[in-house]
T-cell receptor, first 111, second 115 residues
Framework: KEVEQDPGPLSVPEGAIVSLNCTYS??????FMWYRQYSRKGPELLMY????GNKEDGRFTAQVDKSSKYISLFIRDSQPSDSATYLC????????????FGAGTRLAVHP | GAGVSQSPRYKVAKRGQDVALRCDPI?????LFWYQQALGQGPEFLTY????????KSGLPSDRFFAERPEGSVSTLKIQRTQQEDSAVYLC?????????????FGPGTRLTVT
């Protein structure tokens, strides 16, 4: 598979720092995205990063290490409302951005 | 404003039946994608439309799958002679432009169960 993601499930207490990860094989990927999917809903984009580096948005931080072909999403001060499946998605620069998804990691944050 | 809508939300078909799944994208969105999501897996690309033109159908698993978007807005994914392996959630997504990194907005999906 082009993108590997541990399916979990991952169970953490409220307030914990959560680390979610994906690895990939194709060095041509340029956009790295994290989607959140609640049960019986469609995925919604949390954040995306172009090429390498970090990006922060509130309690969420996305990291891309292109040399290792490794991407991460960190969630600080996790809340029960963060309980969902988190999908990494990758795509190429240019073109129409067909998304290549990981299998998703199921996260449960318990009070 | 309204998001992407899909109908029906749930569909049960007997093996061998034909089904039609509808997607209403966000008004004005040029790009429309169909994905298939099997249980416990991430979505997998099926096909892509730019307006009414189907530019990529490389992900369609067999010639039993057919998609159209005749007027560049509503799209229909049709599956002929359904098989049990077609059971999955079918997701539609639309985005504003045809290239560059634009957010894909997903609908809630149609859950197809083939018995």
């Amino acid at each position: 598979k082009e993108v590997e993601q541990d399916p979990g499930p991952l169970s953490v207490p409220e307030g914990a720092i959560v680390s979610l990860n994906c690895t990939y094989s194709n060095s041509a990927f340029q956009y790295f995205m994290w989607y959140r999917q609640y049960s019986r809903k469609g995925p919604e984009l949390l954040m995306y990063t172009y090429s390498s580096g970090n990006k922060e948005d509130g309690r969420f931080t996305a990291q891309v290490d292109k040399s290792s072909k490794y991407i991460s999403l960190f969630i600080r001060d996790s809340q029960p409302s963060d309980s969902a499946t988190y999908l990494c998605a990758l795509t190429f620069s240019g073109g129409y951005n067909k998304l290549i998804f990981g299998a998703g990691t199921r996260l449960a944050v318990h009070p | 404003g309204a998001g992407v809508s899909q109908s029906p939300r749930y569909k049960v078909a007997k093996r061998g039946q034909d089904v039609a799944l509808r997607c209403d994208p966000i008004s004005g969105h040029v790009s429309l994608f169909w994905y298939q999501q099997a249980l416990g897996q991430g979505p997998e690309f099926l096909t892509y439309f730019q307006n009414e033109a189907q530019l990529d159908k490389s992900g369609l698993p067999s010639d039993r799958f057919f998609a159209e978007r005749p007027e560049g807005s509503v799209s229909t994914l049709k599956i002929q002679r359904t098989q049990q392996e077609d059971s999955a959630v079918y997701l539609c997504a639309s985005s504003l432009e045809d290239r560059g990194m634009y957010e894909q907005y997903f609908g809630p999906g149609t859950r197809l169960t083939v018995t």
